[in-house]
C-alpha cells in the first residue's frame, strides 16, 4: 500500500510541477524566444510518463 501512495505522490508532484511550467511559460513568448517546440516535446514526454506511472500502479507488489 505504501508503494502505490508514493506514486500517487509523484504523480501528484509531477502535476504540480507542470502546472508551474505552464504559469512560468505564460510570461514568455514563447515562439521569438525559441523554446514552444522544447516546451511541447518536454510536456508530451512528461504525459507519457505520468501516463506509464498511472497503468504500472496497480500491478506494483507491496511488501
Do not use: C, S, W
Amino acid at each position: 500500500m505504501a508503494r502505490r501512495f508514493q506514486i500517487d505522490a509523484v504523480i501528484e508532484d509531477v502535476d504540480k510541477a507542470m502546472k508551474k511550467l505552464r504559469e512560468a511559460m505564460a510570461g514568455i513568448q514563447v515562439r521569438t524566444a525559441g523554446f514552444k517546440r522544447e516546451h511541447d516535446e518536454l510536456a508530451r514526454q512528461v504525459a507519457n510518463y505520468k501516463v506509464d506511472l498511472e497503468d504500472i500502479a496497480p500491478y506494483i507488489k507491496v511488501d
